[in-house]
């Protein structure tokens, strides 16, 4: 493996380094005091930096005003967004941009590519069908009605929904295909209602009550909702290394300093090798993210479908995170309970991306049905 990065990829970690320097991960109420949601939207001054660093755009050609970036320069930026917990849709804008881009049809690009690129124009993803558990496509019907199409279902758990101009929502048809629909927020029969993430973040549950639209408002290319499941995967996977990354580093400049008996934390055995083995976790999910983001990109033929290291990487990423955070607030102490400061916000963040887009459970089994289905030399 070469995990060498281009000069592009560099730039767009570089410009996102900048563009987040200045925010704080505790810029908005505790969700341990806070009854509902912790704001009422995204940080819309941090949205605009983004879009006038020309970051929201990456993933998309010159001809709408973008980079023509790939998977693994959005991966890039996402872990750092994920270091200092970014409130802003980068994840769900980019990966619909990304998948509109390639599956789209010539109108629908035409209306929204250039100015979702500079964010005039805000995507969210509906994934997490009706459960979180079952499929997300299978969560709504779309159904052919004389010009367009009629969408029927709900989606939970849809992340800023109550903000965003559009929602990609999964669909599927009478012959089991399924689609891909993008539907205005303020388009008749839509409905919302409040939900709440693990980490104080406001979702929706979208309602679709006999929903029309265009024919150009749904996209019918085969593979369009599996690349841009694929792509939500290895986001989250990227936000979930950006959090074990600033995590660590708390953890290592807290036992340095902190002294027990005369003597720093960091010097005591059993805390070196805790800390030991979260770094390992640590390089784990570097790695198999970036293979991950590096087959989404390149499509090369291997042992296992892209889904495989699709599947490896949320696994590493869920189960990572997870000891990341934990062992940090064992070595923290209580300190690291302290509302006063930033840890216990990341270990939220950290329980809602492990659960996303499944658990390292779910993806356990999607690996083993994939290798029962191709069996390795």
């Not at 980068?90 to 590519?113: D, F, I, M, P, R």
């Not at 250039?114 to 995507?123: H, I, K």
Request: net charge negative.
């Amino acid at each position: 493996m070469d995990f060498t990065f281009t000069e592009e990829q560099q730039a767009a970690a570089e410009a996102a380094r900048g563009v987040f320097a200045g925010v704080a991960p505790d810029s908005v109420p505790s969700p341990a005091l806070t009854p509902g949601a912790v704001a009422e939207g995204f940080d819309r001054a941090l949205w605009s930096r983004l879009a006038e660093a020309d970051l929201l755009s990456l993933p998309l050609p010159e001809e709408y005003g973008g980079a023509g970036l790939d998977a693994v320069a959005l991966c890039r930026v996402l872990r750092e967004a994920g270091e200092v917990l970014a409130r802003v849709p980068l994840l769900e804008h980019g990966a619909a941009l990304a998948v509109l881009q390639a599956y789209g049809g010539t109108a629908l690009k035409s209306e929204l590519l250039a100015r979702a690129g500079r964010g005039e124009v805000t995507l969210t993803v509906a994934a997490h069908g009706r459960s979180g558990h079952d499929p997300a496509e299978l969560a709504v019907t779309a159904r052919r009605d004389g010009p367009g199409w009629v969408l029927e279902g709900a989606q939970t758990a849809v992340p800023w929904a109550f903000d965003a101009d559009a929602v990609l929502v999964p669909a599927h048809t009478d012959g089991d295909r399924a689609v891909l629909a993008v539907v205005p927020r303020e388009r008749a029969g839509v409905r919302l209602a409040e939900q709440y993430a693990t980490s104080g973040e406001r979702l929706g549950e979208v309602r679709l009550e006999a929903v029309r639209l265009a024919e150009r408002e749904v996209v019918t290319a085969e593979g369009a909702w599996e690349r841009l499941r694929e792509l939500l995967t290895v986001g989250t996977c990227a936000l979930a290394l950006g959090i074990g990354n600033r995590v660590l580093r708390m953890t290592s400049a807290y036992t340095g300093k902190r002294e027990q008996f005369g003597y720093p934390l960091a010097t005591f055995q059993a805390v070196a090798v805790q800390a030991a083995d979260r770094y390992i976790d640590l390089r784990a999910m570097e790695a198999t993210l970036w293979q991950a983001a590096w087959r989404i990109t390149a499509r090369t033929p291997g042992g296992l479908p892209v889904a495989g290291d699709v599947a490896v990487a949320k696994i590493w990423a869920a189960e990572g995170v997870r000891r990341i955070v934990q062992t940090a607030q064992h070595l923290h102490g209580g300190f690291g309970a302290d509302v006063e400061y930033p840890l216990h916000r990341y270990h939220a963040w950290a329980k809602q991306l492990e659960l996303s887009l499944g658990p390292a459970s779910a993806h356990e089994e999607t690996l083993g049905d994939l290798l029962a289905a191709h069996p390795l030399g």
